[in-house]
């Protein structure tokens, strides 16, 4: 059974971003969730079903629903990393269609910042990584500079067309006055930020932000009644095909290739038809694997497509357009705020960064180490 149009996103917020020392996962969420419930137009008693994500060996789902008083009738916490929100949209969908639940939040907050519980250059010690750990891979960031280099070795990829594309986001970001980083940035500071793992360096990495974020999606009733334009889910695909690098089949290729292709069967629409594209950047190489595996571009041609300012203002393919994960912030998991950014584009409420006539708009998360990917498309009446 398809999902189109099973469900709308109708209201959508962030909390504070970038340093929050006063305060905690929780109040971030709720700071969240009362400002997108507050954009559709709804109250929390009119919360029917819940989603979260967090940290392993933790019980999210239950801590925040205890916090906010808030008993659903459906919940779900998949946690498969930074692409888990884009699981949870095709979740609610599927839930609001079998009539489990009418009005959903989806939910993160992180306050890794702050309290400097997360480091993206890290070795781990448990065993899932045991092929990786003890020759002293750092994850995330030495896996996804395996998946660069490879690229590099086998299609001739660059690092200046990876600092094209930070350079780029970063144009974005100084349009968006809620972004970490608004400050001017040249390819040449990009390449001498220092190396993180080679072919990687600093500014290739996403940034280290504290915030959380909500997304209201409710049943296509509720959201004919509501103020605002709904936003609908048009298609989506989801997939996992690892958990450790080392396990990768091939380094060149995502779980986007089928995730997106079952979203673009789904929606009835092509690549050409699209508006805005908000596609995860943890790191540079992770949105020009995305574009490949998408069908964007070919393999081997993302260096290309992503270079010359081409994904920029102005650009003739507008790419995250807030600034995305390298720019406007990055609490741990980011892929909640590729939905904010692409309901705000798509009803119109970005002000400079404003694209013209916005009506289809792709998301697409990443989580793990190139493991799992959802890719979303939206769109409005």
Same mark, same amino acid.
């Given at each position: 059974?398809?999902? *189109? ?98 009005? +959903? ?12 519980? *997360? ?33 590099? +070795? ?23 006055? *809620? ?34 974020? +909500? ?8 959201? *004919? ?157």
């Amino acid at each position: 059974m398809s999902l *189109k149009r099973a469900c709308a996103i109708a209201g959508v917020a962030e909390s504070r971003l970038g340093v929050v020392p006063d305060s905690t996962v929780l109040t971030l969420q709720a700071e969240a969730m009362v400002a997108a419930l507050a954009d559709a137009g709804l109250q929390k008693s009119d919360v029917d079903g819940l989603f979260v994500s967090g940290p392993w060996g933790r019980l999210p789902g239950l801590q925040i629903a205890e916090y906010l008083g808030i008993q659903p009738s459906y919940s779900d916490s998949t946690m498969v990393g930074g692409a888990s929100f884009e699981f949870h949209l095709g979740h609610a969908a599927a839930a609001i269609q079998a009539g489990l639940c009418k009005v +959903a939040v989806i939910l993160y907050g992180s306050t890794q910042r702050s309290r400097a519980d *997360k480091y993206i250059f890290q070795i781990r010690d448990d065993l899932g990584y045991q092929y990786e750990a003890p020759f002293g891979l750092p994850t995330p960031v030495g896996s996804y500079a395996l998946a660069a280099s490879r690229h590099f +070795a086998e299609y001739g990829t660059t690092s200046e067309q990876l600092a094209d594309l930070a350079v780029s986001t970063r144009e974005w970001a100084r349009m968006n006055p *809620k972004a970490y980083r608004r400050e001017p940035l040249t390819r040449e500071e990009v390449l001498t930020s220092g190396p993180i793992a080679t072919p990687l360096n600093r500014l290739d990495c996403c940034l280290f932000t504290d915030g959380g974020a +909500a997304a209201v999606v409710v049943s296509p009733d509720i959201a *004919k009644t509501l103020d605002k334009p709904p936003v609908w889910l048009l298609g989506q695909g989801e997939s996992v095909s690892h958990a450790q690098i080392s396990e990768m089949r091939d380094l060149t290729i995502t779980p986007a290739a089928c995730s997106g292709a079952r979203a673009f069967e789904m929606a009835g629409v092509t690549h050409a038809d699209l508006d805005v594209v908000e596609i995860y950047d943890s790191f540079t190489i992770t949105v020009l694997l995305t574009l490949e595996s998408l069908g964007f571009c070919k393999p081997g041609e993302g260096g290309a497509f992503i270079s010359g300012g081409r994904t920029g203002p102005g650009g003739e393919f507008p790419l995250n357009t807030n600034g995305g994960g390298l720019s406007y912030c990055h609490p741990g998991q980011y892929g909640i705020f590729l939905i904010i950014e692409a309901v705000r584009q798509l009803r119109g409420e970005c002000g400079d960064r404003q694209l013209a006539d916005a009506a289809l708009a792709l998301i697409s998360g990443t989580g793990g180490v190139l493991s799992s990917n959802s890719t979303c498309i939206l769109g409005v009446e």
